[in-house]
Every structure is written in C-alpha cells, then in structure tokens.
C-alpha cells in the first residue's frame, strides 16, 4: 500500500484532501506544518507528499528542498491557492524549479488530485515498512 503524507495548515484542506483520496487503497498520513511533515519522513516510509505552501512555522518551498536533499525518493505535489513573491514569482512555479513534480492551483477536482496522484506514484515500489 502506498502512504502519501498530506500537508496543510487548515484542517478542512486536509479533510477534503483526505476524503478525496480515501475510494483509493493509500495510507494517508497528515501533517499541519512542514516542521511536522519533515518529522514524520525521518520515521515512516513515504511515497508521496502533497503539501500546501504557505503554512506557518516551515512553508512548502523550504519543505520540498529540504526533502528532494534528504529523501530524494519522495515525489512531491505541491498545491496554493495562488500568491507569490513581490508579484513576480508564483509559488507553485517556484514549488516547481525546486523539486515539485507535479502542482495543482486550489481549487482543483476530485479528478485532477486523483490522475496527479496516480501519476506520481507510477513506478514506484512499495515499500511496507514504517
């Protein structure tokens, strides 16, 4: 089974992410900051991250820089609601240049999370260990 590790600081993005996903066969495990996100890959095997941007404490940017270094093995989408740096620079094209795989602008369908889902896990092995 594949565990894919959600990433939002509001808990009803990570209730609707959760209730998207929940008719495929995943693990899912949630995290409400990059500081929790970046705890929770040091002890459990995961597949995919799906993480937001602009979270408090560590945002998404500095969460997928820190994981395609350290677990390089992680695919990442990451996913906002728009925003950017000084108006010049949107962060899921940032999100993009540093390591995500995939990006998804909010509000996204059942059907877009699922086929990016499935995308980014094509290929992968799976590993059952925590």
Same mark, same amino acid.
């Given at each position: 089974?594949?565990?894919?590790l959600?990433?939002?600081d509001?808990?009803?993005?990570?209730?609707?992410?959760?209730?998207?996903l929940?008719?495929?066969d995943?693990?899912i %495990?949630?995290?409400?900051?990059?500081?929790? /996100?970046?705890? &929770?890959?040091?002890t459990s095997s995961?597949?995919?991250?799906i993480t =937001?941007?602009?979270?408090?404490e560590?945002?998404?940017?500095?969460?997928?820089l820190?994981?395609k270094?350290e677990f390089?093995e992680?695919?990442i989408i990451?996913?906002?609601?728009?925003?950017g740096?000084?108006g010049?620079f949107?962060y %899921?094209?940032i999100?993009a240049l540093v390591? /995500?795989?995939n &990006?998804?602008?909010?509000?996204f369908?059942v059907?877009?999370l699922? =086929?990016?889902?499935?995308?980014?896990l094509?290929?992968?092995?799976?590993v059952?260990?925590?």
């Open positions: 089974m594949f565990r894919i959600l990433v939002d509001e808990p009803s993005v990570l209730e609707m992410l959760k209730n998207m929940e008719s495929d995943y693990e %495990l949630e995290a409400n900051n990059g500081v929790r /996100a970046r705890a &929770i890959c040091e995961i597949h995919l991250i =937001d941007i602009v979270m408090p560590k945002n998404g940017i500095d969460l997928i820190e994981i270094k390089p992680i695919t990451a996913i906002s609601g728009g925003g740096i000084e010049r949107n %899921l094209d999100a390591g /995500a795989q &990006i998804l602008r909010k509000p369908s059907s877009e699922r =086929d990016a889902t499935h995308s980014a094509q290929g992968k092995e799976v059952t260990s925590i």
